[in-house]
């Protein structure tokens, strides 16, 4: 079956995904699947790939040889599913314009099935503080949280900085609405700490922020696989240690060597354990998700609190979610046909269409 692997995207994770998707398109079964590469640059431009990518082919992201583009959203679709005959896409797509509904809702329309949660899911999940609420309303536990009023452009350091205080204290972590990878994520502990992290993101695409208090204990992450309504499955908790910063940072994520990865993690029992993976079990019912999540706790001494859930883990040498597949059984050559069989499973093929003609 010929599926479209999609990489790159508008969003400040851009070479995140291309590093993702490179391990995609290298692990991708071609006895099952016929792969074509769709690089998706940063102006929005899409360029599939003229002719199917063969496992030992190198990628190379905007090659006009390799790709015909840029094309525009759908005339992309339609030119993947008249030529190539594309049947299902998996976007390997982190951040604004790919994790965020945009790419999912573009599939819906054309009846295509997609790997991972669909439009309304990814948008709820990407925007941190709606995934609070639908989260706080399942009665999911949470960090204390400061919500300012103001949107980001309007904000004042000095007079939300008094305010974050006394709602969450110090030290606290701030974060703007929507993003990932840690990206617009920043650790306070004085009001020029506050200043500077609205300035570096007043003038981009985000309009909220909030603050949540700093947890302390246990940081791990839980998958979750398997389609809302349907057989879940939670993956073996991994418990993160950074080596050279003292939270897990953006670099701490992608730096080979920068974090230690325990699966499972050093502090928790059996029992912990059990109770980790129904939270995030119950996280990925919440937010209805499909395919795949992977949800970030701080186990303290009171409990499992919850960070954020991902509808996109990363995919690249160091990230999680495969290194927490492996620890179950499942290579990721297997866990790639797994999240395929789930798009395929959970949504409505699309309609057959005669060749466009040449």
């Known amino acids: ?7 790159g995207g508008r969003s400040p994770e851009h070479e995140v995904s291309l590093a993702s998707a490179a ?20 102006s929005g431009g899409f360029w599939p790939s003229r002719q199917p990518l063969a496992a030992d082919a190198p990628f190379r992201p905007g090659d006009a ?31 604004p314009f790919g994790e965020d509904g945009t790419v999912q809702g573009l599939c819906e329309l054309y009846d295509l099935p997609c790997v991972g949660s669909g439009c309304a899911a990814s948008a ?49 972590f701030v974060k703007v609405d929507a993003s990932g990878s840690t990206v617009g994520v920043q650790r306070i502990t004085a009001e020029a700490d506050l200043a500077r992290f609205l300035a570096e993101f007043r003038g981009q695409r985000f309009r909220r922020w909030f603050a949540e208090a700093a947890l302390v204990g246990e940081e791990i992450t839980v998958p979750v696989l398997g389609n809302s309504g349907g057989e879940l499955r939670a993956l073996p908790p ?43 079990v119950q996280c990925h019912e919440a937010l209805v998700c499909d395919g795949m999540s992977r949800t970030d706790m701080i186990v303290t001494a ?19 979610l495969p290194q927490s ?15 395929l069989d789930l798009a395929l499973a959970g949504r409505s093929s699309a309609p057959e269409r005669e060749a466009a003609a040449s």
């Open 1 to 7: 079956m010929d599926v479209a692997v999609l990489a």
């Open 23 to 42: 391990q995609v398109l290298r692990h991708l079964d071609r006895s099952r699947w016929r792969v074509w590469p769709v690089f998706l640059d940063r």
């Open 65 to 95: 040889e390799q790709q015909h583009g840029p094309l525009r959203p759908g005339a992309a679709l339609d030119w993947l599913l008249d030529r190539a005959g594309v049947r299902v896409v998996f976007p390997v797509l982190h951040g």
């Open 124 to 172: 709820v999940a990407m925007d941190k503080l709606r995934t609070r609420q639908t989260l706080q309303a399942a009665g999911v536990p949470l960090a204390r949280a400061y919500v300012p009023r103001e949107p980001l452009q309007r904000s004042d350091a000095r007079t939300a900085f008094a305010a974050l205080v006394a709602a969450v204290g110090l030290p606290a």
């Open 238 to 280: 991994v418990g993160i240690y950074p080596q050279c910063d003292a939270w897990f940072t953006h670099e701490a994520k992608y730096r080979p060597g920068a974090s230690e990865e325990v699966i499972p993690p050093r502090g928790l029992s059996a029992g912990d354990l059990a109770v980790v993976q129904a939270l995030a």
């Open 302 to 320: 009171d409990g499992p609190v919850v960070l954020e859930v991902n509808t996109i883990p990363g995919m690249t040498k160091t990230s999680l």
């Open 325 to 339: 597949a492996l620890a179950a059984g499942l290579p990721f050559p297997a866990l790639l046909d797994h999240l």
